[in-house]
């Protein structure tokens, strides 16, 4: 079982540069979330969605966009990296739409992001 | 803002020994706790989930309880093993942007 499928594992970007992390879970997930956790500061949510073509903030969303155009797939993309981006991103999905409630959360393993 | 505490940081027990993770939080109107495990270098696993209107979950020798009034979850590991190291995070729930607002963290490092 895949799971939740995150790539790449590791990337290095130079700041102004832009990319995409993937995210992809096979387990037809409603819920599917960012994270980023950074030392002394635990996990912080990004950006969320609850369906296909539905997304929304969380806590520390600037600097990031998504989109949610199927089920499966929600990348998360940097515009414009700075080095206050560096950090390891979680995507956590979860299968019940109405909320995250009664259904735990299943993460992927993560990207590890270093902006110089 | 909701805020949750997990006390110790970090905790080293030998091997067999009972033990118990502490977690707090802030504001008693939460949907659910749950707790997760997390190796070096890899994602959370969920281990424990409790809805509010439970007060506990077992999952073989891990038990878990939740005390909404008094803001405070405890994790409970029976018969430690050095394959239990590794970081233990809580979770709460609540709100309506689906948000799980998360502790830091204790450290567990079970000696052979």
């Known amino acids: 079982n895949a799971g939740v499928t995150q790539t790449p594992k590791f990337q290095v970007l130079k700041t102004g540069q832009s990319m995409t992390l993937q995210c992809a879970q096979d387990m037809n997930h409603e819920y599917m979330s960012w994270y980023r956790q950074d030392p002394g500061m635990g996990l912080r949510l990004i950006h969320y969605?609850?369906?296909?073509?539905?997304?929304d903030q969380g806590e520390v969303p600037n600097g990031y966009n998504v989109s949610r155009s199927t089920t499966e797939d929600f990348p998360l993309r940097l515009l414009s990296a700075a080095p206050s981006q560096t950090s390891v991103y979680f995507c956590?999905?979860?299968?019940?739409?109405?909320?995250?409630?009664?259904?735990?959360?299943?993460f992927g393993n993560g990207t590890r992001l270093t902006v110089t | 803002k909701q805020e949750v505490t997990q006390i110790p940081a970090a905790l080293s027990v030998p091997e067999g020994e009972n033990l118990v993770l502490n977690c707090s939080f802030t504001d008693s109107a939460i949907y659910n706790l749950q707790w997760f495990r997390q190796d070096p270098g890899k994602g959370l696993t969920s281990l424990l989930l409790i809805q509010s209107s439970q007060r506990e979950q077992t999952s073989g020798r891990l038990n878990a309880s939740l005390d909404k009034s008094s803001g405070r979850s405890t994790l409970y590991i029976a018969a430690s093993q050095p394959g239990d190291s590794a970081t233990y995070l809580c979770a709460r729930s609540g709100g309506s942007n689906y948000k799980l607002t998360f502790g830091k963290g204790t450290l567990l490092t079970v000696n052979p």
């Open positions: 969605s609850v369906g296909a073509g539905i997304t």
């Open positions: 956590a999905s979860s299968s019940e739409r109405t909320s995250i409630y009664n259904s735990p959360l299943h």
